[in-house]
């Protein structure tokens, strides 16, 4: 789609441009506007908003040979935290490893070498995930994405929705793209059917939507928020189900955010249980703190490895 017309609020009229560039003007009645980071809508109504609260980058690429964890564990995730952020080994099909960093803007906008070493550099910060580098292959140029956290100023006009990466991205980290992605389409699919068929409930179908956004998105962006801190890392690292409050956090990464039922109160635990820790980081913590703890026997080097 290379544009589109908004103006009549019953109808949407799109420019479409096929695969052999030949184009043609389409009709229809409501536009779902899922262009992803490229944001079709946001951008014509210039109404994307970049988030103040945080401000991250990323450096990443696609690598073979590069080792996988063993057993039921090889599809895997690992997380690797070091001094400016943090690192992604995401195993993909075949040979093929999703290798990227995550790092403040200070550090990332203070390199001095092409991006591939930046890349290669920011590795070797944290020991683990070198060592795991030591016999890769890069097959992808590194690609960098600075400053990606951003929400649309509004969700939906009369024709219009719009859903996943369109509408609001905050961070790689937990896969919260996605699952802001998946759920903010079977939303707005609820949304569009009633605008077509029971024009009545349309409006509370796009209040549902709304606040499920709303809920999702604040209660996501404060564990992102804190996640490379040394206050998280350490209840990351060495978790207890006190009260059902770990099943509860991994639940709400696992994309339970948008109900908020049965884990509103852990969740308020846990955060009453972030501020002890952080008042006793304060106070001097614990006496050392590594980026990666050792192992306990039997279970994952990493805190999201499981
Ligand atoms: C650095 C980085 C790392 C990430 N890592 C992860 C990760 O490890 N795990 C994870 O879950 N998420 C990750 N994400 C986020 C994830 O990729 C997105 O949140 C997710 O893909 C959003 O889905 P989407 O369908 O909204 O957009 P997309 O997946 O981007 O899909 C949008 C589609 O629309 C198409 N399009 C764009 N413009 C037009 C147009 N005008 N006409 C027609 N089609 C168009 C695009 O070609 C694309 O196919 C990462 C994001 C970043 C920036």
Known sequence: MRRAELDDPSKVRIEAQHADGSRRWLECKQLVDASGRDGLLARKFEMRVRNRHHQSAAAYSHYTGVPRREGEREGNISIY??????LWFIPLAGDLMSVGAVCRTDY???RNVSIEQFLDDTISRAPEAAERMRTATRVEPVRAASNYSYQARRLSGPNYLLIG???????????SGVHFALQSAVLAADVIAARLRSPATARAKLGKMKRQMKRGLATMSWLIYRFPNPVMRHLFLAPRDLWGVERTIVSILSGDVFEGRGVAWRYRLFKLIYAGHKL???????????????????????????
């Open 81 to 86: 935290w070091f001094d400016h952020g943090w």
């Open 280 to 306: 006793w980081f304060k106070l001097g913590g614990p006496t050392t703190l590594t980026s990666q703890p050792a192992e306990p026997t039997g279970t994952p080097r990493t805190a999201l490895g499981a």
């Open 108 to 110: 990332f906008r203070a």
């Open 165 to 175: 990466d369109a509408y609001v991205f905050v961070d790689p980290v937990f896969s």
